[in-house]
């Protein structure tokens, strides 16, 4: 039971690059999400699913897309990365509206 | 307040209590949590007290919640290196399953 995984851990992009941020958990949980962690700051809730072809926006949804085909991935991508993405991105899980559960980051560098 | 608020920073000697305090906004939350992140870390669940509670002890961690108020604190007692991290409260705003944190406080243990 490996929890909520996350890859890659490390990425350095440039400005206009896309990428995917891959987020698996393997706990059966219908709700996932995605935040970001701006140095010194809380974490704010970019987008989330309460279950497989479902998603929602959350607080800072701007510059990001989501898809949940499946139970188990949330990928969460970045189509023109920008500086202001830039940021150290938490992929989480919940059996419904329960406690959540954290992969360990991807830290993204846009420069 | 719109935010959640935390003081940004406690320093305690090792084998002292340390109070962590949090003011939240949503007098609905349901549940509210305390998250230890580690450096270069994803986020831990801690411990979390559910709102008809006003205490929840657990080990060396005891939660205090005043609802009038909305002020939730740790306390953690007989404090050790290891404690060192910034630590997270969080609330499920609207009582669902978003959760909104603060800006987290970071501890720092000295010998």
């Known amino acids: 039971n490996a929890g909520v995984t996350q890859t890659p851990k490390f990425r350095i992009l440039k400005i206009g690059q896309s990428m995917t941020l891959q987020c698996t958990q393997d706990?059966?949980?219908?709700?996932m999400y995605w935040y970001r962690q701006d140095p010194g700051m809380g974490l704010k809730l970019i987008y989330y699913s309460v279950g497989a072809g479902i998603t929602d926006k959350g607080e800072v949804p701007n510059g990001y897309n989501v898809s949940r085909s499946t139970t188990e991935d949330f990928p969460l991508r970045l189509e023109l990365a920008a500086p202001s993405q830039t940021s150290v991105y938490f992929c989480?899980?919940?059996?419904?509206?329960?406690?959540?559960?954290f992969g360990p980051g991807t830290r993204l560098t846009v420069l | 307040g719109e935010d959640v608020e935390q003081s940004l920073f406690l320093s305690v000697r090792e084998g002292d209590s340390s109070v962590i305090n949090c003011t939240y906004t949503?007098?609905?939350?349901?549940?509210l949590y305390w998250y230890k992140q580690e450096p270069g870390a994803g986020l831990q669940l801690l411990t979390y007290?559910?709102?008809?509670?006003d205490m929840k002890q657990d080990q060396r961690l005891t939660v205090l919640l005043n609802k009038k108020d909305k002020h939730l604190s740790l306390r953690i007692a007989d404090t050790q290196t290891g404690d060192s991290a910034i630590y997270f409260c969080a609330e499920t705003k609207g009582g669902g399953n978003k959760l909104t944190f603060g800006t987290g406080t970071q501890l720092k243990v000295e010998l």
């Open positions: 007290i559910f709102s008809n509670m």
């Open positions: 949503d007098s609905s939350s349901t549940y």
């Open positions: 989480a899980s919940s059996y419904a509206t329960d406690t959540q559960y």
């Open positions: 706990m059966n949980h219908n709700y």
